[in-house]
C-alpha cells in the first residue's frame, strides 16, 4: 500500500498542469455544491428569525403568503386595509396579551415607513427572544418624529436631530412628497439583520397626519393644506392599518382565535400562522433551490469527466511505465490499483482545497453578507448533506478512474516492454 501512494504522489507531481486543472475543477464544483447549500440554509435562517413570539398575523383577506411578505418582510403591497375600529376590537379580547398594528404605504428614498405604536419597540422580537435596542436616541413620543433602522442611518449618513421628508407610496422615485410636514429623527436602532434595518418608524397618528388633508388619494392645493402647527391642535385617530401582530395569552386558543378572524362578519380578514406560511414560502421558491442544485451537479459531472479525460489522455504515455512495472514483477492489480488510487486522491485533494476555499470565502464575506443582506452564513458545522456531498464526489471520482484503470490492467498484460501504439 505504502509503494502505492509513494508512486500515485510521484505521478501526479511528474503531471502537476493536469493534475491542478482536475482538482480545480472538483474543487469548484465542491464549492459551488456547499456554497449553495450554506446561502440556502442562511437565507432560511435569516427569513425565519425576522420575527418571533408572534402567533397570529392579521390583515385584509388576502393569500397568507402575501399577507407574510408585505407584513413581515415589507415585499409588495397589501389588497386592503383593515379598520382601526376592528383592530381595536381584537386588541381588547379576552383571549389576546398584545398586539402591534402596522400601516404601511408610504417611503423615504427606497426605504419603507412604517407606522405603528409604542407596543413595536416593547414587544416585537426576533431571533427568537432578541429585542429591539435603540443604537442612540429614543422612541418617538411627538407626532413628526422619527426612529428609523440602522441601515437607513448607515446608507443615507443620517444622525439623530436630522430633518426628512417621507413620500406617498413605495417607490424609489418619490412623486408626491409630505413637503408641508417634515419629520425629524429622534432615535437609530441597533443592527438586527431583519427588515428592521431598513424602516423608518413613526406613530400612527403620524401616518394619520400625512394625509388628513389630502382629498380623494391627491395632495392639498398650495395654502390649502394643515401646517405643522395646526396639526397639534387637530384630535388624530388612524382610521385604517395594514396589518396586526397577534401574542395570545395561552397557545391552545390559536386555532380557534384564526377561526373567529377569519369568520369575522364585519369586515373580511385573513389570520396566518407565520411558521404555516413560511412553510409554504418555502415551497414555492423550491423549484429555485433545485434548478440551483442541478447547476451544481452538471459543474461536478463536469469536473468528473474532465478527470476522466486527464486519466485517459496520459494513460497512453505511461504504457511504458505500464510495461517497466510488470518488468520488475508487478501484478496487473497493482497497476490497476495505482490509477483508482491516483483518482481518489485526487477527489480528496479537491474536496480539501475546495472546502478551504469555501470557508476562506464566508469568512471574508460574511459581514457583507450579514450588513448588506441579513444572511447569516454557518461556517464551521458540517451538516450531514456536506457529508453527502463529500461522500458523493470521491465514489463519483473513483467510479471515473475505473475507467482508465481497466484499460491499463488490460493492457499491461499484452504488452509486455513493447508498447503497440
Same mark, same amino acid.
Not at 398584545?98 to 415607513?113: A, E
Not at 470565502?361 to 456536506?386: K, N
Given at each position: 500500500?505504502?509503494?502505492?501512494?509513494?508512486?500515485?504522489?510521484?505521478?501526479?507531481?511528474?503531471?502537476?498542469?493536469?493534475?491542478?486543472?482536475?482538482?480545480?475543477?472538483?474543487?469548484?464544483?465542491?464549492?459551488?455544491?456547499?456554497?449553495?447549500?450554506?446561502?440556502?440554509?442562511?437565507?432560511?435562517?435569516?427569513?425565519?428569525?425576522?420575527?418571533?413570539?408572534?402567533?397570529?398575523?392579521?390583515?385584509?383577506?388576502?393569500?397568507?403568503?402575501?399577507?407574510?411578505?408585505?407584513?413581515?418582510?415589507?415585499?409588495?403591497?397589501?389588497?386592503?386595509?383593515?379598520?382601526?375600529?376592528?383592530?381595536?376590537?381584537?386588541?381588547?379580547?379576552?383571549?389576546?396579551?398584545?398586539?402591534?398594528?402596522?400601516?404601511?404605504?408610504?417611503?423615504?428614498?427606497?426605504?419603507?415607513?412604517?407606522?405603528t405604536n409604542l407596543n413595536y419597540f416593547k414587544y416585537y422580537q426576533f431571533s427568537g427572544d432578541q429585542r429591539l435596542n435603540l443604537r442612540e436616541g429614543r422612541?418617538?413620543?411627538?407626532?413628526?418624529?422619527?426612529?428609523?433602522?440602522?441601515?437607513?442611518?448607515?446608507?443615507?449618513?443620517?444622525?439623530?436631530?436630522?430633518?426628512?421628508?417621507?413620500?406617498?407610496?413605495?417607490?424609489?422615485?418619490?412623486?408626491?412628497?409630505?413637503?408641508?410636514?417634515?419629520?425629524?429623527?429622534?432615535?437609530?436602532?441597533?443592527?438586527?439583520?431583519?427588515?428592521?434595518?431598513?424602516?423608518?418608524?413613526?406613530?400612527?397618528?403620524?401616518?394619520?397626519?400625512?394625509?388628513?388633508?389630502?382629498?380623494?388619494?391627491?395632495?392639498?392645493?398650495?395654502?390649502?393644506?394643515?401646517?405643522?402647527?395646526?396639526?397639534?391642535?387637530?384630535?388624530?385617530?388612524?382610521?385604517?392599518?395594514?396589518?396586526?401582530?397577534?401574542?395570545?395569552?395561552?397557545?391552545?386558543?390559536?386555532?380557534?382565535?384564526?377561526?373567529?378572524?377569519?369568520?369575522?362578519?364585519?369586515?373580511?380578514?385573513?389570520?396566518?400562522?407565520?411558521?404555516?406560511?413560511?412553510?409554504?414560502?418555502?415551497?414555492?421558491?423550491?423549484?429555485?433551490?433545485?434548478?440551483?442544485?442541478?447547476? %451544481?451537479?452538471? &459543474? *461536478?459531472?463536469?469536473? +468528473?469527466?474532465?478527470? !476522466?479525460?486527464? =486519466?485517459?489522455? /496520459? $494513460?497512453?504515455?505511461?504504457?511504458?511505465?505500464?510495461?517497466?512495472?510488470?518488468?520488475?514483477?508487478?501484478?496487473?492489480?497493482?497497476?490497476? %490499483?495505482?490509477? &483508482? *488510487?491516483?483518482?481518489? +486522491?485526487?477527489?480528496? !485533494?479537491?474536496? =480539501?482545497?475546495? /472546502? $478551504?476555499?469555501?470557508?476562506?470565502?464566508?469568512?471574508?464575506?460574511?459581514?457583507?453578507?450579514?450588513?448588506?443582506?441579513?444572511?447569516?452564513?454557518?461556517?464551521?458545522? *458540517?451538516?450531514?448533506?456536506?457529508?453527502?456531498?463529500?461522500?458523493?464526489?470521491?465514489?463519483?471520482?473513483?467510479?471515473?478512474?475505473?475507467?482508465?484503470?481497466?484499460?491499463?490492467?488490460?493492457?499491461?498484460?499484452?504488452?509486455?516492454?513493447?508498447?503497440?501504439?
Amino acid at each position: 500500500m505504502f509503494k502505492i501512494i509513494s508512486l500515485s504522489k510521484k505521478s501526479l507531481f511528474n503531471r502537476k498542469f493536469t493534475t491542478c486543472l482536475t482538482i480545480f475543477s472538483i474543487a469548484l464544483s465542491v464549492v459551488l455544491l456547499l456554497g449553495i447549500e450554506r446561502i440556502k440554509n442562511g437565507t432560511r435562517k435569516s427569513f425565519e428569525s425576522t420575527i418571533s413570539q408572534v402567533d397570529l398575523i392579521v390583515g385584509a383577506r388576502s393569500g397568507p403568503v402575501n399577507l407574510l411578505l408585505y407584513s413581515v418582510f415589507r415585499i409588495g403591497d397589501a389588497t386592503n386595509n383593515v379598520s382601526y375600529d376592528t383592530f381595536k376590537e381584537f386588541d381588547s379580547h379576552e383571549e389576546v396579551e398584545w398586539t402591534i398594528p402596522i400601516s404601511l404605504g408610504d417611503s423615504h428614498k427606497g426605504f419603507r415607513v412604517l407606522g405603528t405604536n409604542l407596543n413595536y419597540f416593547k414587544y416585537y422580537q426576533f431571533s427568537g427572544d432578541q429585542r429591539l435596542n435603540l443604537r442612540e436616541g429614543r422612541e418617538f413620543q411627538k407626532i413628526f418624529e422619527v426612529v428609523i433602522g440602522a441601515d437607513v442611518a448607515r446608507q443615507l449618513s443620517y444622525k439623530v436631530g436630522d430633518q426628512i421628508t417621507l413620500s406617498h407610496g413605495t417607490s424609489r422615485v418619490a412623486f408626491q412628497d409630505h413637503k408641508d410636514k417634515p419629520f425629524y429623527i429622534v432615535g437609530i436602532l441597533k443592527k438586527t439583520g431583519t427588515p428592521v434595518d431598513g424602516s423608518l418608524h413613526v406613530s400612527l397618528e403620524a401616518i394619520e397626519a400625512l394625509h388628513i388633508d389630502w382629498k380623494e388619494g391627491a395632495p392639498p392645493r398650495p395654502g390649502e393644506g394643515i401646517t405643522p402647527n395646526q396639526m397639534l391642535a387637530v384630535k388624530l385617530k388612524p382610521k385604517a392599518i395594514t396589518a396586526f401582530f397577534v401574542r395570545l395569552k395561552s397557545k391552545v386558543g390559536i386555532f380557534r382565535m384564526q377561526r373567529e378572524v377569519n369568520e369575522y362578519e364585519k369586515e373580511a380578514m385573513t389570520a396566518i400562522l407565520p411558521g404555516v406560511s413560511l412553510q409554504q414560502l418555502w415551497k414555492t421558491l423550491g423549484l429555485v433551490e433545485k434548478v440551483l442544485q442541478v447547476v %451544481s451537479f452538471f &459543474v *461536478f459531472a463536469v469536473s +468528473l469527466v474532465s478527470m !476522466l479525460i486527464a =486519466l485517459l489522455t /496520459t $494513460l497512453n504515455e505511461r504504457r511504458r511505465e505500464m510495461s517497466i512495472f510488470r518488468s520488475v514483477g508487478a501484478r496487473p492489480r497493482f497497476i490497476f %490499483s495505482i490509477l &483508482v *488510487f491516483e483518482s481518489g +486522491l485526487l477527489a480528496l !485533494l479537491g474536496i =480539501l482545497f475546495g /472546502t $478551504l476555499a469555501l470557508y476562506l470565502g464566508l469568512y471574508i464575506t460574511q459581514p457583507i453578507l450579514e450588513d448588506q443582506l441579513g444572511l447569516t452564513v454557518g461556517l464551521f458545522a *458540517f451538516t450531514m448533506t456536506d457529508i453527502f456531498y463529500f461522500i458523493t464526489i470521491f465514489i463519483g471520482a473513483i467510479s471515473m478512474g475505473f475507467i482508465p484503470a481497466w484499460s491499463a490492467y488490460r493492457k499491461s498484460l499484452s504488452d509486455g516492454l513493447i508498447v503497440r501504439l
